[in-house]
């Protein structure tokens, strides 16, 4: 089972990539194909429902490969990072 690792915490001097996504849908690929895709929380995405989320969802999956998290266009985390 892989893991997603989400990259939308955000440290001092890093982007914020999630305030200006966070209400699009997850959507998990596997080499460039969508194997899966999930709207968001009414409230929108937070970093740990998100890291909470994608993880359970990738493990529904039935997929080999590296397998890339985005929020609706914006690249969020993968299992290779």
């Known amino acids: 089972m892989a893991n997603i ?3 939308t915490d955000q440290r001092v001097g890093e982007p914020d990539i999630l305030s200006a996504a966070k209400h699009a849908s997850l959507v998990l690929k596997v080499d460039g194909n969508t194997v899966g895709e999930y709207p968001a929380p009414e409230g ?11 993880n359970i969802l ?3 999956l039935d997929a080999a490969g590296v397998i890339d998290a985005h929020l609706g266009t914006e690249w969020v985390g993968s299992s290779e990072v």
Do not use: D, F, K, Q
């Open 5 to 7: 690792y989400i990259v």
């Open 58 to 60: 990738v493990t529904s």
């Open 44 to 54: 929108g995405w937070c970093h740990e429902y998100l890291h909470e989320t994608a």
